[in-house]
């Protein structure tokens, strides 16, 4: 698989999500006592976990842990630079403020960062722990090569995003959704070659969707007058993953991940070859 083009093996990745995303599982536990919200994140930690396991044996499999950020011989440096995005966290949790959590089920919590963290780690692994070494062997001896193999990656990361097609039929949002995938992928790729570490990254990208997410749990009421059911006010996160807001957002992490490419060790990268 070494000798494929990273293409190819970027497509393959893609197909492999969408047959792993459309396994109907949450048919297969209907039956169960789970709630609806219980049920579509069981059913959801449980695809990512088979995605997560197949980027993890391909990682090992071809020998790209070095690559990857899985190595215990490069240690963990830049730590600091993993706590860019915590103004996402803070973002995220400006959409619940002002609300009663009194009401939310812990389970329903547990469940909701659970499967986050399961999304963290499934498209980390693949995107940037398999996907990414691929376009580096590839492209890091071609001019702006790093820059390529870290945008080629983030891009395909981006795609992988259209899936949601298949249960969001607001085309707009989606398209929305994959832009802004591709500018935090970025982000990401670069992350991981400047730290040396993927785990810490994954983390991050888990607790990221976690935040923005917890406005979505059953039972969070807001404080003041309900409004009337017909006319709901959107909450400050669902404005901001409704709109080109999203964009804007994480685009200061892609200008980041420009100015942090920069100062990337070629030498070392090419050593993990």
Not at 16 to 41: G, H, K, W, Y
Not at 96 to 102: I, L, P, R, T, V
Not at 204 to 211: A, D, E, K, V, Y
Request: hydrophobic share 55%.
């Amino acid at each position: 698989m070494k000798n494929k083009s990273p293409l190819y093996i970027g497509i393959a990745i893609i197909g492999i999500i969408f047959l792993i995303m459309i396994i109907p599982i949450d048919v297969m536990l209907a039956n169960t006592l789970l709630s609806e919200f219980q049920l579509e994140n069981v059913s959801l930690t449980i695809k990512m976990s088979l995605i997560f396991m197949v980027a993890l044996a391909g990682v090992y499999r071809l020998k790209l842990i070095a690559l990857s950020g899985l190595s215990s011989e490069y240690g963990w440096t830049s730590k600091l630079l993993n706590l860019i995005p915590v103004y996402l966290f803070i973002i995220g949790i400006l959409g619940f403020m002002g609300k009663d959590m009194s009401g939310i089920n812990i389970l329903n919590l547990l469940l909701l960062l659970f499967a986050c963290l399961s999304v963290g780690f499934a498209e980390e692994f693949m995107f940037r722990g398999f996907l990414q070494p691929f376009f580096i062997q590839k492209y890091l001896s071609k001019r702006k090569g790093l820059f390529k193999s870290v945008l080629y990656s983030a891009m395909f990361f981006g795609a992988s995003h259209l899936i949601n097609l298949m249960v969001n039929d607001n085309i707009p949002q989606v398209i929305g959704q994959a832009i802004y995938a591709i500018l935090i992928g970025f982000f990401f790729g670069v992350l991981v070659l400047k730290t040396n570490k993927l785990i810490p990254l994954a983390i991050t990208h888990g607790l990221i969707n976690f935040f923005f997410l917890i406005g979505t749990l059953p039972g969070l009421q807001n404080t003041e007058d309900i409004v009337s059911e017909s006319h709901p006010l959107p909450s400050l996160t669902e404005q901001i993953l409704g709109g080109l807001l999203p964009i804007i957002i994480f685009l200061p992490l892609f200008i980041i991940g420009l100015l942090m490419l920069k100062k990337i060790d070629l030498e070392q990268v090419q050593d993990k070859l």
